[in-house]
Structure formats: C-alpha cells, structure tokens
C-alpha cells in the first residue's frame, strides 16, 4: 500500500509552538517515527507539508492513481475548509483525519470538523500515536 500523508498549517513547527498542547517532539520526530513505521509495517508513502491550502488541495488531486489511502492533518483548515472536503470527497481515495491534539477539549471551534464527512475515520488526541492509528487503520480496515 502507498499512503499520502499530508500535514497543512504551523505543523512544521511542532517541538516549538505550545508544546504544552502539541508535545515537545519536532517535524523531523514525526518523519522519523513515520519512516520507522512505514519498515515495520511494511507500506511505502510520501508525507508533505504546506503553509497553503491550495496546495493541500493540489496534493490531494495528485494522489489519484498513485496512493490507495490518505492520512491528513489539515490544522486550523479542519474547522472550515469545504475546498479541502470537497477535494477529498472528488479524488475517492479513503482518507483518515488526524491530530496531535484532542480537538474535542479545546476551543469550541475546534470541536468542528468541516472535513470528517468526507474521512473514512478520525484519530486525534494522541501526538504522534494518532498518525500510528490512522495509518493502522489504513492497512487493516481499509481493503485497499
Ligand atoms: C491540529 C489541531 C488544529 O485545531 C490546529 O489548528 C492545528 C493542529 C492538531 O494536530 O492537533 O494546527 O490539527
């Protein structure tokens, strides 16, 4: 299986921004602690990051034809970016929402997820472990 992972907004700096909220491990931790899973595990992947929503947005259209699942972490767009629904809904290819944080205990409007509807499952409140459950998710229910 090849899985997309793609991290939108201020996820490049994690380690250094509220660490009280996100943990105190860097970008680089996460891509390692990916890498490891993906040896383990046994799938091949690319992971992204971008400040930008289009870009998000261009990275999803890319997938078709070339990953069978998507692991997303889209930050702040998650609470209202029906461009990014509506781009997972168009491509047809199962989608896992993360975060690090639990976004059900914090700000109201976090509560909100413009694009769960869209996601076959969502996985957050587990720093890094949420993106080891989304991609388990991938390999195991998802029959890709
Ligand atoms: C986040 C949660 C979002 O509400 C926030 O805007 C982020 C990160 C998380 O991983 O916990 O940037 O997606």
């Given at each position: 299986m090849n899985i997309l992972i793609i991290n939108g907004p201020n996820l490049n700096l994690i380690g250094k921004r509220e660490p009280e909220i996100?943990?105190?491990?860097t970008y680089s931790e996460l891509l390692h602690f990916i890498d490891q899973l993906s040896k383990e595990w046994g799938f091949t992947y690319k992971i992204v990051q971008t400040n930008h929503e289009g870009a998000i947005i261009d990275f999803l259209h890319e997938a078709i034809n070339q990953y069978q699942g998507i692991v997303i972490n889209?930050?702040?767009?998650?609470?209202?970016s029906y461009a990014i629904y509506d781009a997972i809904k168009a491509i047809n290819i199962p989608t896992v929402e993360v975060h690090l944080s639990d976004i059900s205990r914090?700000?109201?409007?976090?509560?909100?997820?413009?694009i769960a509807p869209a996601c076959v499952a969502q996985f957050y409140g587990e720093h890094f472990k949420s993106y080891y459950r989304a991609i388990q998710y991938l390999l195991e229910v998802t029959n890709v």
């Open positions: 996100y943990g105190s491990e889209p930050g702040a767009y998650t609470h209202y914090r700000e109201p409007f976090r509560a909100t997820s413009v």
